[in-house]
Nanobody, 122 residues
Framework: VQLQASGGGLVQAGGSLRLSCAAS????????MGWFRQAPGKEREFVAV????????YYADSVKGRFTISRDNAKNTVYLQMNSLKPEDTAVYYC????????????????WGQGTQVTVSS
């Protein structure tokens, strides 16, 4: 599985962005998908994960209620809708895939995409 993230940019605090991650490969629908982020000088951290069917999701406490992860298996794409953005959301965002939802939640990732920069100004 190859992953291509897009949709990052510069936004003011309180604004919104939607990230997309397009996957290649015929087995996309069998993978749990997730988003992670890495701020300057910090370790990469978990943001959100969605099961292969889209029926289960899980979020980091820091984004719960503001971010929504979704997927369209017909388009081989996973999304991260980010609302009420804060300056502390500034980071490079990475999409990720693993066959196990639980493993992905814990940061065990089989495939990483390249990152997309999100910058939130105050």
């Amino acid at each position: 599985v190859q992953l291509q993230a897009s949709g990052g940019g510069l936004v003011q605090a309180g604004g919104s962005l939607r990230l997309s991650c397009a996957a290649s490969g015929r087995t996309f629908s069998s993978y749990a998908m997730g988003w992670f982020r890495q701020a300057p000088g910090k370790e990469r951290e978990f943001v959100a994960v969605i099961s292969w069917s889209g029926g289960s999701t899980y979020y980091a406490d820091s984004v719960k209620g503001r971010f929504t992860i979704s997927r369209d298996n017909a388009k081989n794409t996973v999304y991260l809708q980010m609302n009420s953005l804060k300056p502390e959301d500034t980071a490079v965002y990475y999409c990720a895939a693993d066959q196990a939802f639980a493993r992905l939640r814990l940061g065990s990732v089989e495939y990483w995409g390249q990152g997309t920069q999100v910058t939130v100004s105050s």
